[in-house]
């Protein structure tokens, strides 16, 4: 049986640009090489498409602030076609090779937000994790909570508000949500640009810091507890792995922490958690999962407040595949290796394809 062509797109057009060549460098080294071949697409911070070299992800990778894609490459785009797809080299017209699958690995807006989604929807390429509504509204952490809370899926307090818009003052802040709280852009990730605010002076400077990645910002009541994660894999019929928690050696599980120092935060795999615990957060996120109608992946980060409630912080619709993510060390210690994880999430792209073409796109008349 020939070998599927798996295309890992990376870099993009966010401020995870650096982190997505880190989790592509691992999803690649990851790809079972009797079942799939490996075709590498980057996307520079301009939007360029390129080719990919798998050489060239092995560069830098102790930093993710120093991940570069080669800008000699040539300028690609993506080919629509019955079955697979061709990468097609701008210049030349030329055809470079042909696409079965899509693997994006691509954090942050311009990735994960639905843009590439739609793109290859529209295409007819299968690919890998939620699509089009799903990555959307997981990315727009006020539209999400909405959803949540009106599921009755406990989330934390908070205000929304758009530049240009009103501003709550300190004051009614410190009413409403209390300090300290958190202020984050609505659609940014990987704790981009989120500021804990310990009292009302500090309010103004993280709203301008937030402000810097998004139009619509998040101020957000502060939990104290514990932080849970819990990773889930499937379609409509989906499962949930064993939980995780994280103690971040910091003020909160930041950028650093996350990607560059192994230092920056304690992993514990399984969470010392009761039976009775862990069969509740694991059902909380199968149901969130369902509520954002995700398929494929979603990595669903908790808060365990020290009233003993689990509360939703947020769903990642593509999560780390860097060496310290928990998505795959979650999968991992629930007996799914790294690599029958890629396996799985590539299956489940092709089955919702397979589902989708069944679909009639015209009326006899």
């Known amino acids: 049986m020939a070998k599927l062509k798996v295309a890992v797109i990376f870099g993009g057009k966010s401020t995870e640009h650096e982190v997505s060549i880190q989790s592509a460098r691992n999803?690649?080294?990851?790809?079972?090489?009797?079942?799939?071949?490996?075709?590498?697409?980057?996307?520079?911070?301009?939007?360029?498409?390129?080719?990919?070299?798998?050489?060239?992800?092995?560069?830098?990778?102790?930093?993710?602030?120093?991940?570069?894609?080669?800008?000699?490459?040539?300028?690609?785009?993506?080919?629509?076609?019955?079955?697979?797809?061709?990468?097609?080299?701008?210049?030349?017209?030329?055809?470079?090779?042909?696409?079965?699958?899509?693997f994006p690995v691509l954090h942050g807006g311009f990735g994960e937000d639905g843009s590439v989604q739609g793109l290859l929807k529209l295409a007819g390429i299968p690919f890998v994790g939620p699509s089009i509504l799903a990555s959307a509204l997981a990315m727009d952490k006020d539209a999400s909570k909405r959803l949540l809370r009106d599921a009755g899926i406990p989330v934390a307090p908070w205000i929304c508000i758009a530049k240009g818009g009103p501003l709550p003052s300190p004051d009614e802040v410190g009413r409403l949500l209390g300090y300290p709280c958190f202020v984050k852009p609505a659609n940014a990730g990987s704790s981009v640009g989120v500021s804990k605010v310990t009292n009302a002076d500090e309010l103004p400077q993280a709203l301008r810091e937030a402000f810097r990645f998004d139009r619509k910002l998040l101020i957000e009541k502060a939990i104290v507890?514990?932080?849970?994660?819990?990773?889930?894999?499937?379609?409509?019929?989906?499962?949930?792995?064993?939980?995780?928690?994280?103690?971040?050696?910091?003020?909160?599980?930041?950028?650093?922490?996350?990607?560059?120092?192994?230092?920056?935060?304690?992993?514990?795999?399984?969470?010392?958690?009761?039976?009775?615990?862990?069969?509740?957060?694991?059902?909380?996120?199968?149901?969130?999962?369902?509520?954002?109608?995700?398929?494929?992946?979603?990595?669903?980060?908790?808060?365990?407040?020290?009233?003993?409630?689990?509360?939703?912080?947020?769903?990642?619709?593509?999560?780390?595949?860097?060496?310290?993510?928990?998505?795959?060390?979650?999968?991992?210690?629930?007996?799914?290796?790294?690599s029958g994880l890629i396996t799985a999430l590539i299956e489940l792209a092709i089955e919702r394809k397979a589902e989708e073409d069944e679909l009639e796109t015209s009326i006899e008349p």
């Open 225 to 338: 507890g514990r932080e849970i994660e819990v990773a889930v894999l499937g379609n409509k019929t989906a499962r949930a792995s064993l939980a995780g928690e994280i103690q971040a050696n910091a003020e909160f599980y930041s950028y650093q922490a996350k990607y560059i120092d192994e230092n920056g935060a304690v992993l514990t795999i399984p969470a010392q958690l009761s039976d009775a615990e862990m069969k509740k957060v694991q059902d909380l996120a199968l149901r969130a999962f369902s509520c954002l109608d995700c398929e494929g992946m979603a990595r669903v980060d908790f808060f365990l407040s020290t009233e003993g409630e689990f509360i939703v912080n947020e769903l990642n619709t593509i999560p780390g595949f860097t060496a310290i993510s928990m998505y795959p060390k979650l999968w991992e210690a629930s007996g799914l290796s790294y």
């Open 27 to 102: 999803v690649v080294r990851a790809l079972d090489r009797s079942l799939y071949e490996p075709v590498l697409i980057g996307i520079e911070k301009s939007g360029r498409w390129t080719m990919g070299r798998e050489s060239r992800l092995l560069l830098s990778e102790g930093n993710p602030h120093l991940a570069l894609l080669d800008s000699a490459e040539p300028e690609i785009a993506l080919k629509a076609g019955a079955g697979a797809s061709d990468v097609i080299a701008l210049e030349s017209g030329q055809s470079l090779t042909s696409v079965d699958v899509v």
